[in-house]
Nanobody
Framework: QVQLQESGPGLVMPSQTLSLTCTVSGGSITTGGYIWSWIRQPPGQGLEWIGHITLSGNTYFSPSLKSRSSISRDTSKNQFTLQLSSVTPEDTAVYYC?????????????WGKGTLVTVSS
């Protein structure tokens, strides 16, 4: 059974870079048919897709976050990492990593538990 676990600091200063890592167990991030995503939910708001990385290592981002976002992966550790630069308090949210099925369907079949990141001085 695939499990995803987010890790990273819970508090980030404004203008700094937020960095979160998703560690995947029970399955490989290089398995075909899946896309590895980052999604967030600000307090009192809905889910917002941030971006994802594909099997081939290509990355795609929400237009509103593209200029500040990057996603990388370490296949030897079975991890993928989100970096969001120049954060403001509006970036405060619960951040989730997730596995999205990309062949035979288009849906998320596994979520991490989420981690709260607060942007504050």
């Amino acid at each position: 059974q695939v499990q995803l676990q987010e890790s990273g600091p819970g508090l980030v200063m404004p203008s700094q870079t937020l960095s979160l890592t998703c560690t995947v167990s029970g399955g490989s991030i290089t398995t075909g048919g899946y896309i590895w995503s980052w999604i967030r939910q600000p307090p009192g708001q809905g889910l917002e897709w941030i971006g994802h990385i594909t099997l081939s290592g290509n990355t795609y981002f929400s237009p509103s976050l593209k200029s500040r976002s990057s996603i990388s992966r370490d296949t030897s550790k079975n991890q993928f990492t989100l970096q969001l630069s120049s954060v403001t308090p509006e970036d405060t949210a619960v951040y989730y990593c997730a596995r999205r099925v990309s062949i035979g369907g288009d849906y998320i079949d596994n979520w991490g538990k989420g981690t709260l990141v607060t942007v504050s001085s």
